[in-house]
């Protein structure tokens, strides 16, 4: 099976873009964009739309560059705007592709107007793209299709998703900072150890007499480094590279990464924050858009960016599904502080359920951007300690036996 199936696929017609230039049944000058295997193929599907083509060529699209998370935010925020503003959705998507300079992006487009065009929903057209769409973006379209509110779903799926953006995009920063520093100071180290500590042992050399304990010591780890560089480096890379593969191939490996990193001394805490703010934020989206509650609890684990969440949400949904609260399935699974579980009963309550997850999702969203401003302010005087005791202490180690000899001298 495995194998027709690779055939199936291999023997697959590529798509190309053509643009086009014709003549609707009305004898209106019409224009567009669409995808077909060939020339002749498009020319028969443009007919068939009753479209009488005086001019087809196929369309160079630029090579390279991929879709971010960052493009599709973008693209949702452009397509809800249009679609509120009243601009038909196959023109929404020809704008979009045609102001986007990411040529990765102008094809995905191109391919889900031509799915769109062909009779498919949007909810389904997006749904052969789960890379990009997953099961969140796609259950929303296909509500507001269903329900006619398409303009207002897409609105809030364009803030879901700027929030979100912005919660990882603050985690990130918080994070990248302290490792860039430490990258750099391992770096000024081993050139420091690789050329400037060989020199001074050359003129210490023709000192004579016994060199400082400190020193000695510098020249040892500087002699390890000349003679090991390669290894050294090599075995860095060589690490960090294979438990980069490992962690994204082994779950296991992910699960106790995840749970590791919420018990971290300063970063633990900021983690746990940042999950509980994306898991009540898209929550409160799919519970606001008419998601029954055990549906939408399907998307949230994942949202969340931690396994240990994501396994809670499972629990979470088996208890609901059995008739259980979300108060006491979120109590039960004990990775939400009392406060959530407090706001998210209040929520039931009252029947504002969704309002409560978006107060919720509201507050730490803020304590995550206090938390990073806090965190770095933190780190700067720390790193510059580390950084002083680090390069001071190897240039105070190699100036002893000038010091040492100076003191003689005189």
């Given at each position: 099976?495995?194998t027709?199936?690779k ?13 086009w ?10 224009r ?5 295997p ?20 196929k ?37 979009v ?8 992006l ?13 009779g ?11 890379l ?7 259950n ?20 879901y ?13 918080a ?12 770096v000024?180290t ?42 050294i480096?090599?075995?860095?890379f ?18 106790a ?28 989206t ?16 994942g ?5 240990v969440?994501?396994q809670?949400?499972r629990q ?9 609260s ?7 699974a004990?990775?939400f ?20 997850l ?6 730490f ?6 938390a ?9 005087p720390?790193?510059?300690?580390i ?5 001071g ?7 002893l036996?000038?010091?040492k000899l ?5």
């Open positions: 099976m495995a027709a199936g055939a199936q696929r291999k023997d697959t017609p590529k798509d190309f873009s053509f643009l230039e014709g003549k609707n049944k009305s004898g209106k000058p019409v567009g964009e669409m995808l077909a060939s020339m002749a193929l498009a020319q028969a599907a443009l007919r068939r739309q009753g479209v009488l083509v005086t001019k087809i060529k369309k160079k699209l630029g090579s390279g560059g991929k879709v971010t998370e960052k493009d599709i935010t973008l693209f949702t925020r452009q397509l809800a705007t249009m679609v509120k503003s009243g601009v038909p959705l196959l023109q929404s998507f020809d704008i592709g045609k102001g986007t300079n990411n040529p990765a102008a094809r995905l487009l191109l391919a889900i107007k031509t799915d769109v065009e062909t498919s929903s949007l909810a389904t057209a997006f749904r052969k793209y789960p990009h769409f997953d099961t969140l973006f796609c929303l379209v296909a509500a507001g299709e269903q329900a006619g509110i398409l303009d207002t779903l897409l609105d809030r799926l364009a803030s998703k700027e929030k979100i953006q912005a919660i990882k995009s603050k985690l990130k920063s994070m990248f900072y302290p490792i860039s520093i430490l990258v750099v100071a391992f000024i081993a050139v420091i150890m690789i050329f400037v500590v060989p020199a001074f042992k050359n003129v210490f050399t023709s000192f004579g007499g016994d060199l400082p304990g400190p020193t000695l010591v510098v020249i040892a780890i500087s002699d390890g480094f000349v003679a090991n560089w390669h290894i480096f090599g075995g860095l060589a690490a960090i590279y294979g438990i980069a593969q490992f962690y994204k191939r082994s779950r296991p490996m992910q699960i990464v995840d749970k590791y990193a919420l018990k971290l001394p300063v970063f633990g805490d900021l983690i746990r924050k940042s999950a509980i703010a994306r898991w009540t934020r898209t929550l409160s799919m519970f606001a858009a008419g998601v029954p509650l055990v549906e939408a609890l399907e998307s949230v684990g949202a969340a960016g931690n396994h969440y994501a809670a949400t979470i949904q088996g208890e609901v599904s059995t008739g259980s979300l108060t006491v399935a979120m109590q039960n004990d990775v502080p009392p406060m959530v579980t407090q706001m998210v009963a209040i929520g039931e309550e009252s029947g504002q359920l969704d309002g409560m978006g107060k919720v999702a509201d507050f969203e803020a304590e995550v951007e206090d990073v401003d806090a965190l770095s302010s933190l780190m700067e720390i790193i510059m300690v950084l002083g005791i680090l390069i202490g190897l240039v105070v180690a190699m100036y036996p000038i010091f100076g003191s003689v001298v005189g």
